[in-house]
């Protein structure tokens, strides 16, 4: 069974950071794109940021030059480097891979 398991969510004041994990188990990061998506109340999930199997990854354009995105092989796990929050970043971040999809974590950028 495909687990995907975000942490590391939290409030922050504008221009912080934070980084988010994303545990893999029931899949190999190393094997699969790692997706991260985003969902602020009222409004669509939307994309932020993808790696894929061989390494490259591509970024929403409203967080290029902001956020990074890396994985562990070793321990199967994704990260989101997020700096330079702005208020408008704060939303449930969710992890996906496949057809599965993490639980969210919560990220609020405070002004």
């Known amino acids: 069974q495909v687990q995907l398991a975000e942490s590391g969510g939290g409030l922050v004041q504008a221009g912080g950071s934070l980084r988010l994990s994303c545990a893999a188990s029931?899949?190999?990061?190393?094997?699969?794109?790692m997706t991260w998506y985003r969902q602020a109340p009222g409004t669509q999930r939307e994309f932020v940021a993808v790696?894929?199997?061989?390494?490259?990854?591509n970024f929403a354009n409203s967080v290029k030059g902001r956020f990074a995105i890396s994985k562990d092989n070793a321990k199967n796990t994704v990260y989101l480097q997020m700096n330079s929050l702005k208020v408008e970043d704060s939303a449930v971040y969710y992890c996906q891979s496949g057809q599965t999809w993490g639980q969210g974590t919560q990220v609020t950028v405070s002004s």
């Open positions: 790696i894929r199997s061989g390494g490259s990854s």
């Open positions: 029931g899949i190999l990061v190393s094997l699969n794109a």
